[in-house]
């Protein structure tokens, strides 16, 4: 079965990766900076054509749902370059070279929010472009903070303001297109369903 997007498979029984399979043919670097990388690699397809992928390299990121005492939810607010805008965001980062993710994600709600904790709960990990980008995130939630009584020096070109939220304000925010981060509603959406089940 075809259609305008290309081949399809419909045998559900061999749902093996072998059949959708890429062959890498040649893999040429293109660019190498601060967070990322760029390469493109000519692929040779399943049918036996040939294709080039655009492909970012990322060296993954975590992300904190922190809930402070009262159970309101840690924002931070930056300017976002590539959208021109300022986006409402958990606390997120990169994870350092050797640098273990839940490492990275007590450092980074250090750096952005001036809390800190001893707890951390696992909540998932998703890749946030695989189409064109490697990048994945493992998200935490924190609800045991505790203030820095020294503040930690975060990047010097990163600019953020704090915001606290209830799960509610939250929500609403989502629905009004106040909150359009990705990670962020998924944070929001998990907090939603584990307060449903209680």
Request: net charge negative; no cysteine; charged share 30%.
């Amino acid at each position: 079965m075809t259609n305008s997007y290309g081949k399809l498979n419909t045998d559900r029984g061999q749902n093996k990766m072998s059949n959708f399979e890429e062959k890498t043919i040649k893999s040429t670097n293109i660019f190498d900076g601060k967070i990322i990388s760029l390469q493109v690699d000519d692929v040779e397809l399943p049918d036996g054509k040939h294709a080039k992928r655009e492909i970012v390299k990322h060296p993954g990121a975590v992300a904190v749902l922190a809930l402070t005492e009262k159970k309101e939810i840690l924002f931070v607010e930056q300017y976002r370059k590539p959208l021109e805008k300022l986006l409402l965001e958990i606390p997120a980062g990169r994870i350092e070279e050797g640098e273990e993710p839940k490492v990275t994600a007590v450092r980074e709600l250090e750096e952005e929010t001036g809390y800190t904790t001893n707890q951390l709960t696992y909540i998932s990990s998703f890749y946030t472009s695989p189409g064109f980008a490697n990048e994945i995130i493992h998200i935490y939630m924190a609800d045991t903070l505790k203030n820095l009584e020294i503040p930690v020096e975060g990047d010097e070109d990163e600019f953020i303001e704090i915001h606290k939220l209830s799960l509610d304000q939250a929500i609403k925010y989502v629905h009004e297109g106040k909150i359009q981060d990705a990670k962020t509603n998924y944070a929001i959406l998990y907090l939603q369903l584990l307060q449903q089940r209680k």
